[in-house]
């Protein structure tokens, strides 16, 4: 495993996150989970990212007992606030300082843990001044319970304005979490810019489209039976990637990922790896041995030629407009 510093914080990060969107609490058993868990640990993964939402707060409790007796300074754990986790009152969600701190505080619960070490606005909130957000956070960090703030699918803009109340409140802000992969690049215009400017680095998910870039869903052909665009919660996000245009330009990439000596998927974490913004690609997995496989990614360097290849194959079929952001 390699490691790369969270923006320009004194954070160390693998470069290969583990993450349980949709797994953890809902795809799979809690025995399968755990077995994930230490496949990570296994290979030297150390950063877990988790929310609150998933699994409406079961990927938070699996996860801490995955992780209950591994040395906790050896591990970095995150997690996210904003959507609704309880009976959608008028403060079960956003942003506000209410949702804010008691959302913290359960998170700490569920995850067993006395602090987390970056806590992540799930999205930006429109209807509550950033004033009040960003002080919430930073009284979480005075009291311990958080060492870094980030957030997840700011715009550029947001991500300037949330690190000037930042400064001002003397607090880490240190990371954002975007979808980034070889076809979704809307972080690079305006978000990449604007974090490097600030001072964050990005932990990105789906690095692999969701299955997508490793080939599995074939154009023309029924989606394997068992897989994420077969899953009631999975197949909303994988929709998107699922035209034969795609499929076939990903099979395309065959080719070249046989020229690096990588599969598909390892390509692809490998490929968003190579941009120097990029701290860790957050992987998920139903099964250990697709931990095992993805995490051979770390620390890859793929030439300039491979990466224009790359680029030929994919071309028109890459999503790069910065108002795709996902912002609620």
Request: a negative charge.
């Amino acid at each position: 495993m390699e490691f790369r510093r969270l923006g320009r914080s004194g954070l160390t990060v693998s470069e290969i996150s583990y993450g349980n969107w949709l797994t953890h609490g809902s795809q799979i058993e809690e025995e399968q989970a755990a077995a994930c868990v230490r496949a990570a640990l296994d290979a030297g993964i150390t950063t877990f990212d988790t929310a609150d939402v998933y699994a409406n707060t079961a990927a938070e409790s699996v996860l801490g007992r995955a992780l209950a007796g591994e040395r906790r300074e050896s591990l970095e754990i995150l997690t996210k606030v904003y959507w609704p986790t309880g009976p959608e009152g008028p403060n079960d969600s956003g942003l506000g300082r209410k949702h804010i701190i008691e959302s913290a505080n359960a998170s700490l619960k569920r995850l067993q843990t006395d602090y987390i070490d970056v806590y992540q606005a799930h999205r930006f909130d429109r209807t509550v001044p950033l004033e009040e957000t960003m002080l919430a956070f930073a009284d979480l960090v005075r009291q311990g319970k958080v060492l870094y703030i980030g957030v997840s699918e700011w715009t550029g803009e947001q991500i300037t304005r949330g690190a000037a109340l930042a400064r001002e409140l003397q607090v880490p802000f240190v990371s954002n979490q975007p979808l980034y992969n070889m076809i979704w690049r809307v972080i690079e215009p305006q978000v990449i810019p604007a974090a490097e400017r600030e001072g964050l680095s990005q932990i990105v998910f789906s690095p692999v489209a969701q299955g997508v870039l490793t080939g599995k869903y074939l154009p023309g052909q029924p989606v394997p039976a068992g897989s994420r665009a077969t899953d009631e919660s999975g197949k909303n996000f994988v929709s998107r990637w699922l035209r034969d245009e795609i499929l076939e330009r990903v099979q395309q990439l065959k080719p070249l990922a046989d020229e690096a000596g990588l599969t598909l998927g390892q390509l692809a974490v490998a490929w968003v790896l190579q941009n120097k913004n990029v701290a860790s690609a957050i992987i998920g997995a139903s099964r250990p041995e697709q931990v095992t496989e993805n995490v051979k990614a770390a620390g890859k360097v793929l030439e300039q030629d491979l990466l224009d290849k790359i680029d030929a194959v994919l071309d028109g079929v890459v999503v790069d407009d910065p108002r795709l952001t996902q912002v609620p």
